[in-house]
């Protein structure tokens, strides 16, 4: 897809969409309402983030603990940037996806499915099969050997 596309896409559709939705909303519950629902939405998805941002943190310190390289945990913490600037901004249609993107296990499988897509990680079926689709067993090489002093 063409990246100017892209790039007007979200900057010039995604605010109309939202000013479509707070016009619909504010002519069903008033403006005072949908000026605090939206104010109200920011602030718990703001308190929601940074709840869900120190749990990423600590994972990202107990993989480092490990000796691990915390990638994973190092992509929910971008994710969770990019879903609190989503709560942030005035609208519904932004903190829907924001506040589902809070949920973990939404978070984790669209994750998962961006690497294996990018090609990044590779499930255990493609991994271990041939040309044909054929289930290959692991390699194991044998062998012996001796330690060689020098002095």
């Given amino acids: 897809m063409n990246p100017l ?38 602030v718990l998805g703001g308190m929601l983030v940074r709840m869900q941002g120190f749990t990423t943190a600590l994972k990202v310190r107990d993989a480092l603990e490990r000796e691990e390289v915390p990638a994973i945990e190092m992509m929910e913490g971008a994710i969770l940037l ?15 996806i924001g506040f589902l993107l809070l949920v973990p296990p939404v978070r984790q499988a669209l994750l ?3 690497l294996r897509a990018s090609g990044v990680m590779q499930s255990n079926a493609r991994r271990n099969t041939d040309s044909d689709g ?11 050997y001796h330690r060689v002093d020098r002095e």
């Fill in 5 to 42: 596309l892209i790039f007007l896409l979200i900057f010039v559709g995604v605010p109309l969409v939202e000013l479509y939705f707070l016009i619909e909303v504010g002519s069903e519950i008033g403006a005072i309402s949908t000026i605090a629902l939206t104010v109200f939405t920011a």
């Fill in 82 to 96: 990019v879903t609190g600037l989503m709560l942030l901004l005035p609208g519904f249609v932004t903190d829907a």
């Fill in 112 to 114: 998962l499915r961006y």
């Fill in 134 to 144: 054929v289930r290959q067993e692991p390699k194991v090489i044998e062998g012996e």
